[in-house]
């Protein structure tokens, strides 16, 4: 796994040994920030289930003023945070070691996220449903007016058209895996 542009470009990153965490591959990465590109500069990034940090920290290589990782399993954890120590960045992110239902409820009001970006585990199929209702719903304070949200899951997965006050707007598919935007 590797940073595919900006600031840290082809600097190599581990993701935690065995099946439980299962990386953004670097293919998938790259369209997705080919898509996201002129929003990503300046912009305030929420990484739900951040697993090894690969898309939190590709954000903050383009130029995300900000990233905030969400992730509860300790071996992540560890990656993640040993991931960050690699390329040198101590600021400009924050890491939440929690469940994203319990972060989503405590963040701060007054964060306003411009772009959030959710994968959970393939086999966790409740999440999606449950964070995306919770990002349409009672967290949707937490996105400015804007914001995007994109959830990786797989092809044949269909999710929701809608969730709450946000909408779908985009699907793109690649290989087994698919990726839904969705906007306030």
């Not at 990465?29 to 951040?50: I, Q, S």
């Not at 690969?54 to 990656?79: C, Y």
Request: proline share 5%.
């Amino acid at each position: 796994m590797r940073i595919i542009a900006g600031l840290y470009r082809s600097r190599s990153l581990e993701a935690p040994p065995g099946l439980a965490t299962r990386p953004t591959s670097d293919r998938l990465r790259e369209t997705l920030f080919n898509v996201l590109a002129p929003r990503v500069k300046g912009a305030a990034f929420l990484d739900l289930y951040a697993g090894s940090g690969a898309v939190g920290i590709e954000a903050l290589s383009r130029g995300a003023a900000s990233v905030e990782f969400v992730e509860r399993a300790p071996t992540a954890l560890k990656v993640l945070r040993a991931n960050l120590a690699r390329l040198g960045l101590a600021t400009g992110f924050r890491i939440h070691a929690a469940s994203v239902k319990t972060t989503l409820q405590r963040i701060n009001p007054l964060a306003k996220f411009d772009l959030v970006f959710l994968d959970p585990p393939y086999d966790a199929a409740a999440e999606y449903s449950s964070t995306l209702g919770l990002l349409g719903g009672s967290a949707a304070g937490s996105l400015a007016p804007d914001a995007l949200v994109i959830a990786e899951h797989r092809k044949k997965e269909r999710l929701e058209n809608r969730f709450g006050k946000l909408e779908r707007t985009r699907l793109l598919e690649q290989g087994d895996a698919a990726l839904s935007f969705y906007a306030n």
